[in-house]
């Protein structure tokens, strides 16, 4: 009988959010394996913290399964997912080895979703979005879900970020030219950038929220049922500015060097929020559902932690359930997997009245 896996494995541990993750596991009392691609960095930080590493990139499948086939579980924090996210997990699946990583992206999420079959073959946990994307937004939808259970429309948003990091704008370049996602009756559509607004009142304040290609819109259908999905955020003024700025444009991001380009200048020029910002800082969000014949409407508000430090505490809560043997094979969320309430186990967060 083969020895029970105890290890695993953090992939993309130099990024902004791996490193953030990483110092902080070490904190609670995890030893995680680092790994990702770039030796330099990866043994700097692995030596500082004391723990384990691997070098490998995802090129090569029978590599990934060679250096995680002895882990539980992979948490993947190496984006742009969209590039990264499905030969991990195809890898995660052959080896038996559960994937979570923190990634908002729809079409990682219908990618993954495909891979479901496969991953109840195997017994193998498939869990996108384990961060900040998405385990506020999933709970919350799940939370207006049981107090309407024949929800026909749901609606979610939230404000109150100041700075990203260098992977979160890498992604969102290459999502900008395909334009914003809703559901509607149960099928994704797609709309232009920045077309559809609604006004929602802020601790007395009106604000502006922008419709976007968030996670839940494909992933809170799986969670809830609810066939017709929209999510909305106010954005920080110069992310503002600069999506508004590069949307006439584009279209050419669909180019292979142009967007290659941008991120690597991306890349020397943001780093992302600094430790003050991250304790100080927190996240607003609410959510509305109603029936078809909008005779009952629900609606929520929570505050949660700043995004960033959100996704290091919510992450580490997802190990130790994964730890514990707390697992659904195939591809779950969050809010399936560990129900509603997981979201209220994360410091910080708080239902409002």
């Known amino acids: 009988m083969a020895a029970k896996k105890k290890h695993w494995l953090l992939y993309g541990a130099n990024g902004y959010t791996g490193e953030l993750i990483a110092r902080r596991a070490v904190l609670r ?25 691997r070098i490998f990139s995802l090129e090569d499948q ?3 399964r060679k250096e995680i086939e002895d882990c539980l579980f992979v948490l993947h924090c190496a984006g742009p997912f969209v590039e990264t996210a499905a030969p991990m997990a195809l890898a995660c699946i052959s080896s038996g080895v559960h994937y979570l990583d923190i990634t908002g992206e729809i079409p990682v999420y219908e990618k993954l979703h495909s891979l479901s079959s496969q991953a109840l073959a195997k017994k193998v946990m498939l869990l996108p979005g384990v961060g900040f994307d ?21 609606e979610l948003g939230f404000s109150g970020f100041t700075e990203i ?3 979160t704008l890498k992604s969102a370049l290459a999502q900008l030219p395909y334009g914003g996602k809703v559901r509607r009756n149960g099928k994704l559509e797609t709309i232009p950038q920045l077309s559809l607004k609604k006004v929602v009142e802020i601790s007395g304040r009106y604000a502006e929220f922008f419709a976007i290609p968030w996670g839940d819109v494909f992933t809170s259908f799986i969670s809830t049922g609810i066939p017709n ?3 909305y955020s106010s954005f920080p003024a110069s992310q503002a500015r600069l999506m508004k700025f590069l949307q006439p444009a584009s279209m050419f991001l669909k180019s292979s060097l142009i967007l290659k380009g941008l ?57 130790a359930k994964l730890q514990k043997g707390k697992f659904r094979a195939g591809f779950t969320t969050p809010s399936q997997v560990w129900g509603s309430k997981f979201v209220l186990e994360i410091p910080g967060t708080k239902l409002l009245s």
């Open 29 to 53: 009392g995890f030893k995680p394996i680092l790994a990702g691609r770039s030796e330099t960095t990866i043994r700097v930080l692995a030596e500082e913290l004391g723990l384990e590493f």
């Open 62 to 64: 029978d590599k990934i």
């Open 134 to 154: 998405i385990v506020p937004t999933d709970c919350l939808a799940m939370m207006l879900k049981e107090k309407l259970p024949k929800a026909h429309f749901l």
């Open 165 to 167: 990091s260098r992977g």
């Open 229 to 231: 999905i929209t999510v």
């Open 263 to 319: 991120q690597k200048f991306v890349d020397v020029s943001l780093s992302g929020p600094g430790d003050e910002t991250r304790k100080s800082g927190s996240v607003l969000l609410w959510g509305e559902a109603w029936t078809e014949a909008s005779s009952k409407k629900v609606s929520m508000r929570m505050r949660c932690a700043e995004g960033y430090e959100f996704t290091v505490e919510s992450a580490l809560a997802a190990v």
